[in-house]
Structure formats: C-alpha cells, structure tokens
C-alpha cells in the first residue's frame, strides 16, 4: 500500500509540474519591447530582466530586443552553444520592402585544397 501512494504521489507531482511549465511557457516572440537607457554593452546579461522575453523551442534561444535613442540591443542564451558557434545567429529587419541582416558570429570561411 505505501508503493502505491508514493508511485502515484510522483505521478501526480509530475503531471503538476508538467501543468506549471506548460502555464509558464515564453512566447515564441516577443511581446513588448524594452527601453535601455544608460546601457553598456558589455557582453553580460546582468542589466537584463531575467527570463529573457522570448524562447524559441526549435532552436533552445532564449532572446531579449531593447532598444536606446540611438542603438538596438540583442541578448541571447542558449544551452547549445557550439551551434551558434557553428552556424551563427541572423537578426533580420524588414521594413516595407528594405531588409538588414546581421550574422554573428561573422565567419570567413576558406577552402584549401592540397
């Protein structure tokens, strides 16, 4: 009998746990945007509202846009760093019919032959 109420104890603590992080979920975009005034790009995520605005779950990126007077700011995170590494992260703009795309990291790749 003590089994059986502690199996069905994880099960129940487990599907609420479950529930809770369905609720909980972040949006795939984000929402609304941040002002950042006096803003030093520093490469931290101290100055940032923690969680970051938005997750995108195909890619494990969490990301925040803010935004000054003069510059736009992105912060990321993601578990799965050797992929950015790898294949670097586009922010893309499109205004009317005008786009600007910036990839980082920004990477030359040379082919050598021997």
Do not use: C
């Amino acid at each position: 009998m003590q089994y059986k109420l502690t199996f069905f104890t994880i099960v129940f603590a487990g599907m609420l746990t479950q529930s809770y992080a369905q609720k909980n979920k972040q949006p795939q975009v984000q929402q609304t945007s941040i002002w950042m005034e006096g803003f030093e790009a520093d490469g931290k995520l101290d100055e940032w509202q923690q969680p970051l605005q938005a997750y995108n779950d195909d890619t494990h990126i969490a990301y925040s846009l803010a935004n000054d007077d003069q510059y736009l700011y992105l912060a990321v995170k993601s578990d799965r760093t050797s992929k950015i590494f790898t294949g670097g992260i586009t922010l893309e703009m499109v205004k009317d019919d005008k786009n600007v795309a910036v990839t980082y990291p920004y990477t030359l790749i040379t082919k050598s032959y021997l």
